[in-house]
Structures are given as structure tokens and as C-alpha cells.
């Protein structure tokens, strides 16, 4: 990719104006959605205190993907991508100043759910292709560290600090709506300033095995290539347990740690910083450890510290027993106990596993999927994702609210760690072999 404004390749990518104003632009936005996200469950759970409500909530967040997001995928590879990301924002900064003048009940939660999950299909899947273009491929696993950073960082202050303080203190769901759609606006603005790119000669899919129907070209990409196909089945499995599991956290927050949601949801943002220092030293890894390496020992500690979170009262009364845990039973600020230190404590390096297998993954498909299907390719295993954790996610909504939130997460972790394993023991291939296409 010749970009006409591309930076020294020497510079560091955050003095590259190109990789700094697509990280501002991330920030902001990612701020904004997080914040609209957790801003969303916050009223349903307050209103209707159901599980499966909440996870109907996430579901209509992440059905977009298996629609909007093949056209988005497709459209970040053939249009303007600067172009896609600043109407994407564009878009969803106007929907949120609609909801400002015309905010509703429960069933507008849901509608203004899928408007902003659609716009961000198109936002998301052209940020996705534009780092290859602007960044060298030697720096692919830098930029990908930094923009999980660049995230998490987002998540801390959209879903930990924006929407609680608002929804808490403030009390109004349109002042939160307003400053996000503020927020899509500054992302929007940014965005113009990536600068120009220009596209290098390529080879689109056409003729052979390739030819085919254009939204099954993702598809077609991934099963060409055992390792990136290997790739995207981990990224879908460790995205459906996310998605799951983010369905029952609000009732697990009211139920096992006993506290509000949003007080709840600050607690266990120790797993925005395991995200990050998981980036970092995966980062580092990506390309010195064997791929299976990393894939396996991030999905077996993901698994286990989920089993783990599902249990934190009843380890905390447990780990009370022994004289070194004690102090464990003399924690007591509000209705924060030990069962909340025990949740701390677990999620940080939960995030880091989750971080471990998300950059191994993405290293695969940066380095073996050729430029110009990047976009399709993205939006497939997005597209993956959503329906693999469509009817699960209802269906733990329904189990939680009958039989409580620790066994399905228990059910949910259990599943993931056996699907994962059945998955990285299929015949390797050794090393990184060349991609198969001719970019």
C-alpha cells in the first residue's frame, strides 16, 4: 500500500500522523460506544432486573454483524475507507442526538441498540483495513498491541468512569446520549485527518475457486488457508464467550457480589488492565512463540479463571479458612466482601488471557490474508461470532434468571475450553508458510 502522506517508516507508529489520528479516532469513538453499551444495560437491568433481557440487549448489539457487517467488510475494501469510518461516526453521533430529542422506553433501548451496532459494523471494518495500509508489516503486531490498548484504555473510561458518573450523579440518560454523540462527532473529525491513501495494484477474487458470490469472499479467504481459518474459529469462540458472558454480568454483579451494576462494573475493570499488559507482552510473542503456544495457554487460563469468577463467594469463604486468607473475612466496605476482592483479583488476568489469544489470532490473519480481503475477512469472522453466540446468549439469559448466573458461567467456560482444545489439536501446519494470495 502506497499511502500519500505515509510517514518515515523509522518513526515511531505514535509519531506517524496517519497511526495517531486512527488511534484518536478509536479512542474517542470506542469511548462513546462503550459508553452507550453499558449505558444501555444499566436501564434495562434497572428496570426489569432480568438476565435474559440484558442478554437480549446484547444480542441486538452484535446481530448487526451478521448482516451490516459482510456489506461493511465488503465496502471497507472497495470504497474510501477514511471515508466509511467519518460517515460511520457521523451517523452514529446523529442517532444519539436523536434519542437526545426523543428518548422513549425499553423498546427504543433496543432500537437505538441496533442502529449504533449497525453504523459501527461500517465504522470498525474500514479501521480494520486501513492499518495494514498505513502501517509497515513489520509493525503489524505493535499497531495491533497498540489499538487493544488503545481500547481497553477505552473501555475504563467509557464503561467505568462516562456512563456510571452520569447515570449515578447526573441521573439522565439523555446527558449520556448527548456527550457520546459529542464524542462520535470529535471521532468524526479526526478521522478526515488520517490522510489519503492511495491503493496499491491488486488482485481481487475472481475466476478459479475463487470466483463466487461477493459476500462469501471472507469465506472463501479464510477456507483457503487452514492456519487463518484456525485463526478466526479461536477469535469466534473467545468473542462468544465474551458476548455470553456479558449478558450475565449485570445480574452476577447484583446477585453474587451483591453490589449496584455500576458500582459492580468498576470492580471488575481490572480486566481492561490484564487486556493491556497481555497486549503488550503478546505483542512481544506473536512472533517468537509457536502460535499453537500461545493459543493454547491463553484458552486454557481463560477457561479456568472463568470457572473461577463463576465460584468467588464460595472461594473467598473457602480461602477465609487458613490462617494466610483471613483477612479475607474482615473485608467489609458497604456490601463489598471478600467474594468482590476474590472478582478483582480474577479478572485481571483474565483479561490477560483473553488479550493472549486475540493477538496470536489477528497475528495469523495480519500476516497471511492479502490487503484487499482484510475488510471481508474481519467482517466474516465478526459475522461468526454473532451467530455462534445468538441462541446461546438467550439461552444462558434464560438459565441465569432459573437457576442462577456462577453455573452457567461455569457451563459457558466449560464449553469454550472444550471447543478450544478440540480445535488447536487439529494437524498443524509448522511455521508461517507464504499466503496463497497476490496482493
Known sequence: MINSVRPAADLPLLQQRPFRMLSYTRFFSRVAQNAINFGLILLINGETGKAFLSSLLVLA??????????????????????LLVFTGDVIRSAVCVYFVMNEGGIAS?????????????????????????????????????????????????????LAPVVLRVVNSPRTLFGICGALFAIAAVQAIFIGKTRAERRQE??????????????????????????AAIELTLISTALIIISGLIPKFIED?????????????TPAALGVVLGL???????????????????????????????????????????????????????????????????????????????VAAHTVIDDRVPLHLRGRVGATQAAMSALASSLPVLAAGALGDTI???????????????VALMNLRQPRESGFSEPQYIG
Open 61 to 82: 448489539l452484535v446481530v448487526p454483524s451478521t448482516v451490516a457487517g459482510i456489506v461493511a467488510g465488503t465496502a471497507a475494501d472497495v470504497l474510501p475507507k477514511r
Open 109 to 161: 433501548y433496543y432500537a437505538l441498540a441496533v442502529l449504533i451496532a449497525t453504523a459501527t459494523q461500517f465504522a470498525a471494518s474500514a479501521e480494520t483495513a486501513i492499518l495494514p495500509a498505513i502501517v509497515d508489516r513489520s509493525a503489524y503486531v505493535r499497531a495491533n498491541a497498540i489499538g487493544y490498548a488503545v481500547g481497553g484504555a477505552a473501555q475504563l473510561v467509557g464503561l467505568g468512569l
Open 205 to 230: 477474487i475472481g475466476g478459479g475457486e475463487m470466483s463466487g458470490r461477493w459476500w462469501l469472499a471472507g469465506w472463501r479467504a479464510m477456507k483457503a488457508d487452514r492456519l487463518v481459518m484456525r
Open 256 to 268: 453474587e457480589l451483591g453490589l449496584p451494576v455500576d458500582v459492580g462494573a468498576v470492580i471488575l
Open 280 to 358: 503488550r507482552i503478546a505483542g512481544f510473542l506473536a512472533h517468537r512463540v509457536p502460535h499453537g503456544v500461545l493459543s493454547t495457554f491463553g484458552f486454557l487460563s481463560f477457561t479456568a479463571l472463568l470457572l473461577m469468577l463463576a465460584f468467588v463467594n464460595k472461594e473467598a469463604d473457602f480461602l477465609g479458612g487458613y490462617g494466610f486468607f483471613s483477612w479475607l473475612n474482615s473485608v467489609s466496605i458497604g456490601r463489598f466482601d471478600g467474594g468482590g476482592v476474590i472478582a478483582m483479583i480474577v479478572v485481571a488476568p483474565l483479561g490477560f488471557s483473553y488479550a493472549l489469544v486475540n
Open 404 to 418: 442462577g448466573v456462577p453455573p452457567v458461567i461455569a457451563i459457558v467456560g466449560g464449553a469454550i475450553g472444550l
